[in-house]
T-cell receptor, first 114, second 112 residues
Framework: DVKVTQSSRYLVKRTGEKVFLECVQDMDHENMFWYRQDPGLGLRLIYFSYDVKMKEKGDIPEGYSVSREKKERFSLILESASTNQTSMYLC?????????????FGPGTRLTVL | GQSLEQPSEVTAVEGAIVQINCTYQTSGFYGLSWYQQHDGGAPTFLSYNALDGLEETGRFSSFLSRSDSYGYLLLQELQMKDSASYFCAVRDRGGATNKLIFGTGTLLAVQP
């Protein structure tokens, strides 16, 4: 079974702090994604990566950065956390196979910024 | 802009059939997927349609009409455990990147 793990289920941070969210997948997938999920807004893509050290902006990248130094690990960084970044953050991975749409999600990190 | 429209809520009774519709407007289209998410859980993949027609997987079926930019998820013999949010998602580019655009989700409530 594909396993995607995220470093924390719940996280509380203060405004202005630098926040790191870690995601690890164990299936040698090329693609990894970071989403945020807010009520009524569905899943919105923040950033994704299709290879080590490669990244591309999603729909809402402002205020975020990412790092992919190893194939299995994809990190989301909030350079200076703000209250409007309070949300559920979901990481996903998928194989680099044309025509395959299956993304495998981690359990999510619920981040609260005070 | 790019958008996917689906109803926000649907209610049905156990044993019934329910259809969740999804219309999309995207710059590219390479397939329509459906994901299920239970409250507090992670989204899980249900089905994928790249070509027009019906795909069946047990009690769940998914339909696509590319000419109408429309698809639906059909759930038969509803069970209480089917109560969840259902998201449609469009792959908007070809190749192996598998980038998806998600709809805002439909909350299905199954009543006894």
């Amino acid at each position: 079974d594909v396993k995607v793990t995220q470093s924390s289920r719940y996280l509380v941070k203060r405004t202005g702090e630098k926040v790191f969210l870690e995601c690890v997948q164990d299936m040698d997938h090329e693609n990894m994604f970071w989403y945020r999920q807010d009520p009524g807004l569905g899943l919105r893509l923040i950033y994704f990566s299709y290879d080590v050290k490669m990244k591309e902006k999603g729909d809402i990248p402002e205020g975020y950065s990412v790092s992919r130094e190893k194939k299995e690990r994809f990190s989301l960084i909030l350079e200076s956390a703000s209250t409007n970044q309070t949300s559920m953050y979901l990481c996903a991975s998928s194989p680099g196979i044309a025509g395959s749409d299956t993304q495998y999600f981690g359990p999510g990190t619920r981040l609260t910024v005070l | 802009g790019q958008s996917l429209e689906q109803p926000s809520e649907v209610t049905a009774v156990e044993g019934a059939i329910v259809q969740i519709n999804c219309t999309y407007q995207t710059s590219g289209f390479y397939g329509l997927s459906w994901y299920q998410q239970h409250d507090g859980g992670a989204p899980t993949f249900l089905s994928y349609n790249a070509l027009d027609g019906l795909e069946e997987t047990g009690r769940f079926s998914s339909f696509l009409s590319r000419s109408d930019s429309y698809g639906y998820l059909l759930l038969q013999e509803l069970q209480m455990k089917d109560s969840a949010s259902y998201f449609c998602a469009v792959r908007d580019r070809g190749g192996a990147t598998n980038k998806l655009i998600f709809g805002t989700g439909t909350l299905l409530a199954v009543q006894p």
